[in-house]
């Protein structure tokens, strides 16, 4: 199980883990997946990858980014999410390159699922219990586990497309959108098993796993994020957009009643944005923002790298390179507030800076070192990157209304 801890972000309790795990079981498939993704954890990488998507960003990945051809057909979407994820690359330099590469008019469809990333960023950012709640009604998943769930986990299920995307989960930490979409579907209205362990699941696993996009995306597959709107994975739809891989006739059901809770989710309003030099301060990365120096102005005294030890696999060690390759040092560790008053006092400061991380583990870790810090007489300050401020303000509501001002945001921007 995780560390837990109880902590304040903005002045109201968050999240309680550092980190999440689940326990492990070993993947079936009948044989191994001759498919292997190659994510490299470096800025240098993602670059490349936007460059090398670009010219297809416009007609081609209108057309054909619904379509999961397998792991190594997927020329139609980009796979730069991992990079944007640790924002080894940004969104809004993602935004600039293709916006230059096309008119807009061409890549609205890409633009807008740039947008839909920032949309759950902000909107969990304004509705934190959101993600409190997720992580208590998964200690009570976790705590009544049965065979059904071991089976789904261990990709024997019986249901070969779902069974498959498991183990290419596992395998290669990465899965198309689409069979997310379905995988999740099938999870939470054929399987009946609860949405909070499959999004677990996902987090875990997913080298772009990031706690906003995920713990919305099943929640909205769940009829919980547009309430009573769910989406229900059919037979002809996989056959159609896998192109004939998989049609798992007679094996899903055909209704998906949507979940309900029964708890509400205040907006919480944004806190003012906060931009701290840092001369004569320690930089402080972690995997929420693995290139801080981008907006951050000055030279830091130091730079500490810092990840949770909790998780191991795939999506783990792509985060740990992430973080290293931006850092002095990198520390592993759950105890992060001993690891930076020890690097702080090393650079002969009292001042720390980071890039600001929105709800999930990064932020209640953060805001537990704080109140250590504090006691040692260190102060810790988030900046937050101007994007964030200017898309997340629009993020209160639907992603309609974020939608409708994304060629102002463009503007705003520089990029329209």
């Known amino acids: 199980m995780a560390v837990r801890l109880t902590g304040a972000k903005n002045g109201r309790p968050s999240g309680m883990r550092l980190s999440i795990a689940l326990p492990s079981a070993a993947v079936h498939v009948r044989q191994p997946l001759w498919l292997k993704m190659t994510f490299e954890p470096t800025?240098?990488?993602?670059?490349?990858?936007?460059?090398?998507?670009?010219?297809?960003?416009?007609?081609?990945?209108?057309?054909?980014?619904?379509?999961?051809?397998?792991?190594?057909?997927?020329?139609?979407?980009?796979?730069?999410?991992?990079?944007?994820?640790?924002?080894?690359?940004?969104?809004?330099?993602?935004?600039?390159?293709?916006?230059?590469?096309?008119?807009?008019?061409?890549?609205i469809s890409f633009v807008q699922e740039v947008f839909w990333r920032s949309y759950f960023k902000g909107w969990l950012e304004q509705h934190p219990s959101v993600w409190d709640r997720y992580l208590v009604s998964l200690d009570v998943a976790l705590e009544n586990l049965g065979n059904d769930y071991s089976e789904a986990i261990s990709g024997r299920t019986g249901i070969a497309c779902f069974d498959h995307w498991c183990a290419e989960l596992i395998q290669t930490g990465y899965l198309h959108n689409h069979a997310r979409m379905w995988f999740a579907s099938i999870w939470i209205f054929t399987l009946r098993l609860p949405w909070e362990l499959g999004a677990a699941?996902?987090?875990?696993?997913?080298?772009?796993?990031d706690p906003a996009s995920n713990t919305l995306s099943w929640r909205w597959v769940g009829g919980l994020h547009t309430k009573g709107k769910t989406y229900l994975a059919s037979a002809s739809n996989i056959a159609r957009f896998t192109n004939g891989r998989f049609e798992p006739l007679g094996q899903l059901t055909g209704s998906a009643e949507a979940l309900t809770e029964a708890y509400d989710?205040?907006?919480?309003?944004?806190?003012?944005?906060?931009?701290?030099?840092?001369?004569?301060?320690?930089?402080?990365?972690?995997?929420?923002?693995?290139?801080?120096q981008t907006f951050i102005a000055d030279r830091p005294l130091g730079i500490l790298g810092i990840v949770s030890s909790t998780n191991t696999g795939l999506a783990?060690?792509?985060?740990?390179?992430?973080?290293?390759?931006?850092?002095?040092?990198?520390?592993?560790?759950?105890?992060?507030?001993?690891?930076?008053?020890?690097?702080?006092?090393?650079?002969?400061?009292?001042?720390?800076?980071?890039?600001?991380?929105?709800?999930?583990?990064?932020?209640?870790?953060l805001a537990v070192a704080k109140t250590g810090l504090s006691k040692e007489g260190i102060e810790l300050h988030q900046t937050r990157r101007p994007y964030d401020?200017?898309?997340?303000?629009?993020?209160t509501a639907g992603f309609?209304?974020?939608?409708?001002?994304?060629p102002q945001i463009l503007h705003d921007l520089d990029l329209g």
């Open 43 to 107: 800025r240098a990488a993602g670059l490349a990858r936007l460059d090398e998507f670009a010219p297809r960003a416009a007609k081609q990945y209108g057309s054909q980014r619904n379509f999961d051809l397998g792991p190594m057909q997927q020329s139609a979407v980009s796979k730069l999410s991992p990079w944007i994820r640790h924002r080894l690359v940004t969104e809004q330099e993602v935004l600039a390159r293709i916006l230059a590469a096309h008119p807009t008019a061409e890549t």
């Open 201 to 209: 699941f996902f987090l875990i696993h997913l080298i772009d796993g």
């Open 265 to 292: 989710h205040p907006l919480v309003p944004l806190p003012p944005a906060q931009s701290t030099p840092i001369d004569d301060a320690m930089l402080l990365v972690t995997q929420e923002d693995c290139t801080p």
């Open 316 to 365: 783990a060690d792509f985060t740990q390179h992430a973080v290293s390759q931006a850092s002095d040092k990198l520390v592993i560790s759950d105890d992060w507030t001993t690891a930076i008053i020890d690097m702080a006092r090393h650079a002969g400061t009292n001042r720390v800076v980071t890039a600001y991380a929105p709800v999930g583990p990064v932020a209640t870790a």
């Open 389 to 395: 401020s200017l898309t997340w303000t629009h993020a």
């Open 400 to 406: 309609f209304k974020l939608k409708k001002k994304i």
